[in-house]
């Protein structure tokens, strides 16, 4: 019996080489191929090179033969890759002079199916993919069709999964440690069989961002939403390229944050939003989000702004816009970094939420 043989090297990081030594080998098969399929906000301005900010964004391809390279931007950061839905693996691009990395070798003759997703926080190294190598004589073959449920997530650093793979509560940040591919929104959208579109960044507030003044901060999730990079507003995003049937908001954390949020401010922030959304999702069910970090007087405020904001929209003829709330962690399940959810956390609220969306969305 015939065995794919996979580098399955979990954090590890394969070593890379120019694409120009590999030419020989194989062939570069460009970002524009129609056999390539990207999910999330991905800038298309340069279509041989597209970049992206935010974590959660995909690309899935089907290909022949028996290897497949992906050529990326060097720094542009970590992903996890699958292969034939074999176990996902950490690949990254995390120095200047990477530009490939090696995805699969040594696989039966034939055609396969490839999935990457993009785990980190990219506003900073600004990703770009510039393509794929196959076999010489082969070529990408179509990814299976995407699924026709789609969510939307906009969130802070619990839904960019900030500190996910640590079990120790006094790490500071580390992207190495982040990893969107295990937070509850990931694992919903997988569990649930649906496409997923990630707005998110650590930090990140509706009106006030972390240990930001209690009176707002000029740049927070109102101001960014309709960018299609975070923190770039050269392009607005086409809502037309992805509509979900439900977005989730989970936002609040870092609003009530060290001196806290203005009960008034906050609700306003949430009332915006929503307005925002609403807008570009005239037919989606909107689903505010709470927890699962807050806890007592914050939790408390939160719950009560977002149940204000639920019933302007109410009053004003909206009725599919909801609330649902994780269950608050008290370290039972461990803690991530910076008593962030942990691995096992993310799992108990990816539960939580597919229970919740399948009877909201009949998505049984």
């Not at 906000?41 to 959660?56: D, E, H, L, Q």
């Not at 909107?286 to 806890?295: D, K, P, T």
Request: charged letters at 20%; hydrophobic letters at 35%.
């Amino acid at each position: 019996m015939r065995h794919s043989i996979l580098f399955l090297l979990g954090a590890f990081c394969f070593a890379s080489v120019t694409a120009q030594n590999l030419v020989p080998n194989g062939k570069i098969i460009s970002p524009t191929d129609k056999n390539i399929q990207y999910v999330g906000r991905v800038s298309m301005k340069n279509p041989n090179a597209p970049v992206w900010t935010y974590p959660g964004v995909q690309i899935r391809t089907g290909f022949t033969g028996t290897s497949l390279k992906m050529i990326a931007k060097p720094n542009s950061g970590y992903f996890m890759a699958q292969i034939d839905g074999s176990e996902a693996f950490k690949v990254c691009f995390n120095s200047k002079r990477d530009s490939i990395v090696t995805l699969a070798v040594a696989l039966p003759e034939g055609t396969h199916q490839a999935k990457l997703m993009y785990i980190s926080e990219g506003y900073d190294r600004r990703p770009e993919f510039h393509g794929f190598i196959v076999d010489k004589g082969h070529t990408l073959a179509p990814a299976p069709v995407l699924p026709e449920r789609c969510i939307e997530f906009i969130g802070n650093s619990i839904t960019c999964g900030y500190g996910v793979e640590s079990t120790n509560p006094k790490d500071p940040y580390f992207e190495e440690t982040a990893n969107h591919y295990y937070t509850y929104a990931a694992r919903a959208a997988e569990a649930l069989d649906a496409q997923a579109m990630v707005v998110a960044r650590s930090g990140i507030g509706v009106y006030r961002n972390y240990n930001g003044p209690r009176t707002g901060d000029k740049i927070n999730m109102n101001t960014e939403y309709t960018h299609t990079l975070l923190y770039d507003d050269k392009e607005t995003w086409d809502f037309n390229r992805f509509t979900p049937q439900v977005v989730c908001i989970n936002l609040g954390t870092n609003d009530t944050s060290t001196s806290g949020a203005d009960e008034k401010l906050l609700t306003n922030g949430y009332k915006k939003l929503l307005g925002q959304v609403r807008e570009h999702y005239p037919n989606a069910k909107i689903v505010f989000l709470c927890g699962s970090m807050m806890n007592g007087k914050d939790l408390a405020l939160a719950q009560k702004c977002m149940d204000k904001a639920v019933k302007y929209a109410q009053e004003n003829g909206d009725s599919e816009v909801y609330r649902f709330d994780f269950t608050p962690q008290d370290g039972s399940l461990k803690y991530g970094a910076s008593y962030h959810p942990s691995f096992w956390q993310h799992e108990k609220m990816a539960g939580e939420l597919v229970a919740y969306l399948r009877v909201l969305m009949g998505w049984m």
